[in-house]
């Protein structure tokens, strides 16, 4: 299935065991003249070129947070904000672009996406369509 690069199929990469990735792992890996981040989100695994929407950054690096969301009481007052584990968002790290993570579109603007790449589970390993 794999040759000695770990290339398998001609286009799929290894990215490395499934067992390796714990629930908010990622890895970054070099796909030619790419990079490609692969990240697990509740149990499933995307992947996104390392390359942020706004201009270029390393967005694959960048940390990731809960979303947060406003809390109101029944009047319209702002009670403060909660943590939405739910749903995990992307920074840039250079200009703080945030990203859904299960999705790759950016939170402000939901049309613009981190290029994403399908990825898929064959013998316990992970592997990215390129």
Known sequence: MADQNGN??????????????????RRIIDV???????FRVDGEFVAYENRCVHQGGPVCE??????????????GRSLGERANYDVPHL?????SWEYDLRTGEMVGLRKLKLRAF????REGD?????
């Open 91 to 95: 920074v840039c790290p250079w200009h």
């Open 62 to 75: 960048g940390q990731y947070y809960p979303q947060m969301e406003a809390v109101f009481d029944d009047n």
């Open 118 to 121: 399908p990825t898929v589970e």
């Open 32 to 38: 030619g003249e790419r990079q490609i981040g692969v």
């Open 8 to 25: 398998a199929d001609g286009n799929a990469v290894r990215v490395g065991a499934a067992a390796d990735f714990r629930d908010g792992d």
């Open 126 to 130: 992970v592997y990215v369509i390129v």
